[in-house]
């Protein structure tokens, strides 16, 4: 069972910056494929980002000039988010499941990940 902690989410002005946090416990296997995923009401949750334990990553190309996902090892994963945007604001979710690397990068849709943390609310205002 994969237990995971996101951080890091607010109220910024359009232009700011915010950094996310997700730390991973409870998963000792070093193939893990973890992601970034947001939602407003009444939509599906978007992946925003995915990084894969070797390092392997992929961002959406509606935000790659403008975040960047990272990970400090294979168990805690940042999303750094700049020039944010009124519609950048979402609930944003980390999420996991153990892959290969070619799983991870291709895991565009919510339902390919099994473990979710509890969400970080971004609120961008013009």
């Known amino acids: 069972q994969v237990q995971l902690v996101e951080s890091g989410g607010g109220s910024v002005q359009a232009g700011g910056s915010l950094r996310l946090s997700c730390a991973a416990s409870g998963y000792t296997a070093n193939m893990l494929c973890m992601g970034w995923f947001r939602q407003t009401p009444g939509q599906e949750r978007e992946r925003v980002a995915s990084i894969h334990s070797d390092g392997s990553a992929r961002i959406t190309d509606s935000v790659k000039d403008r975040f960047t996902i990272s990970r400090d090892n294979a168990k805690n994963f940042y999303l750094e988010m700049n020039s944010l945007k009124p519609e950048d604001t979402a609930m944003y979710y980390c999420?996991?499941?153990?892959?290969?690397?070619?799983?991870?990068?291709?895991?565009?849709?919510?339902?390919?990940?099994?473990?979710w943390g509890q969400g970080t609310q971004v609120t961008v205002s013009s």
């Open positions: 999420a996991a499941v153990p892959s290969t690397p070619r799983y991870c990068v291709n895991a565009y849709n919510h339902e390919q990940y099994r473990y």
